[in-house]
């Protein structure tokens, strides 16, 4: 077995670090997404990389702990957040302790990378899903390596499988290294995304300066896609807001089409964890407790060892927060207990994305549209904003 042969690679790129003659580098397949590639020539079959892949290898599971629904008592912090910003309270307390965050942010319009940041005012970067997979750098897993080393304290938060990666750090730093999972519905590859994004400019001839997944609006709730753009050669800015069901990407993303195929398989959306803490969004709220219910998100904080209690009690008084004693807490989270099934017709699409582009998805997408949604979602979009799709 070598680690271009794993057919669920999560593309977490633990191998990438380990190899001691940099004999690893990363290609960017269109179906399969970022997968290691290994040059034989320069390989000295260590099987470092083989010993450390999470894939191959069993992951230590945390026991599920103490379930809490909360929410960012600083209004412009969880405005900004997916759901409750119970991670910026999270970051917020590493940072103030001389620590590292790590996370996923945006490079540029259209691709989104890990990022280590250590000042207050960065939190934001990190803020905010972004529905496609993030890459992990050899350089960021040296920076932690070495953040740890000088005794700092470092927040690693990503996807399950990059935090299972992470976990080799813990022998040797354990309370030093707070790893924090989200609950994870799947990735789509980056190179989709960025197809997209190009997909748009053509057909608008406009230029696309960000990207929103999960925009708050007081009027309109979350789960909003906020895209800001000019029109090309003019300097007007303008912006499109509309539901998630207009977006022929975010339609695919939550239809759980063009994941990565590790995802369909995905070892980690169980209730035991591999995070000291997870977050999630706190979708079953309303039938447990209605009254915590918030119109623009709560989230949902599991609290999985010792450790993570800690780093909890220390971001206690920057959050409202209620203790969950109740089975239901997490049923209303379906990647808690199996993967997301693969549509029938996903291989299809996938063959016909690679043929004809981001074209495939979009006509897809035009098909899938039914009658009812379609009204409903036009007439929001076309009553407040700017431009429609
Ligand atoms: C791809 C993806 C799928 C998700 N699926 C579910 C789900 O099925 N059920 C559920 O309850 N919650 C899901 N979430 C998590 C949820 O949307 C929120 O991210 C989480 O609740 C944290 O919210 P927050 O308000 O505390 O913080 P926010 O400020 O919104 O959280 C930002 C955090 O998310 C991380 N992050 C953002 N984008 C990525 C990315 N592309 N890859 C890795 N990490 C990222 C950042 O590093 C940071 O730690 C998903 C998130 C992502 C990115
Ligand atoms: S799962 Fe991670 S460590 Fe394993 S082969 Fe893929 S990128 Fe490498
Ligand atoms: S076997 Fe060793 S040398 Fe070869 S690619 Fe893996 S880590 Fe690098
Ligand atoms: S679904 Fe599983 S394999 Fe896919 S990104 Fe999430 S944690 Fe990784």
């Known amino acids: 077995m070598t680690i ?5 690679c999560t593309g977490c790129m633990m191998c990438l670090s380990s190899c001691p003659v940099n004999a690893i580098s990363v290609k960017d397949d269109i179906l399969r997404g970022k997968v290691p590639w290994i040059d034989y020539s320069e390989c000295i079959e260590c099987d470092r990389c083989i010993r450390i892949c999470p894939e191959v290898n069993d992951v230590v599971k945390e026991k599920t702990g103490k379930v809490y629904a909360a929410f960012n008592k600083k209004n412009d912090a969880y405005m900004r957040a997916s759901s409750g910003g119970v991670f910026a309270c ?17 490079t540029n319009n259209k691709n ?6 250590d000042n207050l005012k960065d939190i934001n970067l990190l803020q905010k899903s972004k529905y496609l997979q993030s890459s992990i750098s050899k350089t960021i ?3 932690i390596e070495n953040a740890l080393k000088s005794n700092r304290l470092v927040l690693f938060s990503g996807t399950p499988c990059q935090v299972a990666g992470m976990k080799r750090y813990k022998k040797k730093y354990e309370d030093k290294l707070v790893l924090l999972d989200i609950v994870c519905h799947g990735v789509i590859p980056g190179r989709v995304f960025e197809t997209y994004i190009d997909y748009l400019e ?26 800001t ?22 339609y695919t993303f939550m239809m759980g089409y063009m994941y990565r195929e590790s995802c369909y398989q995905c070892k980690y959306s169980t209730k035991e964890r591999v995070g000291d803490i997870t977050l999630g969004d706190f979708w079953g709220i309303k039938a447990i407790r209605p009254e915590l219910h918030r119109r623009h998100g709560l989230s949902l ?6 450790l993570g209690n800690r780093v909890m009690t220390n971001i206690m008084k920057s959050i409202e927060v209620h203790e969950i004693n109740d089975e239901r807490a997490l049923a209303d989270n379906p990647q808690l207990s199996h993967p997301c099934t693969k549509p029938n017709d996903n291989e299809q699409l996938m063959q016909e994305y690679k043929k004809k582009g981001y074209k495939a998805i979009a006509e897809k997408y035009k098909r899938a549209r039914s009658g009812r949604c379609k009204s ?6 076309k009553k407040i904003y700017y431009f429609g799709k």
Not at 91 to 106: D, F, K, T
Not at 112 to 117: D, K, N
Not at 301 to 306: K, L, Q, S
Request: charged share 20%.
């Open 202 to 227: 053509n057909r608008y001839n406009i230029d696309i300066l960000s990207f929103d997944f999960r925009h708050k609006d007081r009027r309109m709730g979350q789960y909003l896609n906020k895209i």
């Open 90 to 106: 999270l970051a917020e307390y590493v940072i103030s302790q001389g620590g590292i965050v790590v996370g996923a942010a945006w």
């Open 376 to 381: 409903k979602c036009i007439l929001l979009v």
């Open 229 to 250: 753009y000019k029109k090309k050669n003019t300097m007007r800015l303008c912006e499109y807001i509309g539901t998630w069901n207009m977006s022929s990407y975010f």
């Open 4 to 8: 271009d042969r794993v057919t669920t």
């Open 112 to 117: 989104v990378e890990h990022i280590i940041i």
């Open 301 to 306: 904080v599991i609290v999985n060892n010792e």
């Open 141 to 143: 897993f040296l920076q």
